[in-house]
Nanobody
Framework: VQLQASGGGLVQTGGSLRLSCAAS????????TTWFRQAPGKEREFVAA????????YYAESVKGRFTISRNNVKNTMYLQMNTLKPEDTAVYYC???????????????????WGQGTQVTVSS
């Protein structure tokens, strides 16, 4: 499956952005799909996921209550609605997909076989 992330940009603190991740080649419904982010000098970190089997959503504590992940299996597109953005949310955001369905590894980048190219989100203070 090929992934294409988009929707990043520059926004002020407290603002909102919606990221999209479009998939081609396979339907999303057979994959756990996830957003990660990576700030300069830091490791890639888990943001949010939709699990393949149960369709449940999982969030990092740092974004819980502010970000919402969703997926449209008909359009083969995943979204990340980001509200109340903070400067510490500044990073390159990546979408990823995996056919694995193991909850204990859902936050680990090595779980994922397919990655989008990343989209830059910058939150100014």
């Amino acid at each position: 499956v090929q992934l294409q992330a988009s929707g990043g940009g520059l926004v002020q603190t407290g603002g909102s952005l919606r990221l999209s991740c479009a998939a081609s080649g396979r339907t999303f419904s057979g994959y756990t799909t996830t957003w990660f982010r990576q700030a300069p000098g830091k490791e890639r970190e888990f943001v949010a996921a939709v699990r393949r089997s149960a369709g449940r959503e999982y969030y990092a504590e740092s974004v819980k209550g502010r970000f919402t992940i969703s997926r449209n299996n008909v359009k083969n597109t995943m979204y990340l609605q980001m509200n109340t953005l903070k400067p510490e949310d500044t990073a390159v955001y990546y979408c990823a997909a995996s056919r694995r369905d193991i909850l204990s590894t859902i936050e680990q980048p090595l779980t994922y076989d397919y990655w989008g190219q990343g989209t830059q989100v910058t939150v100014s203070s």
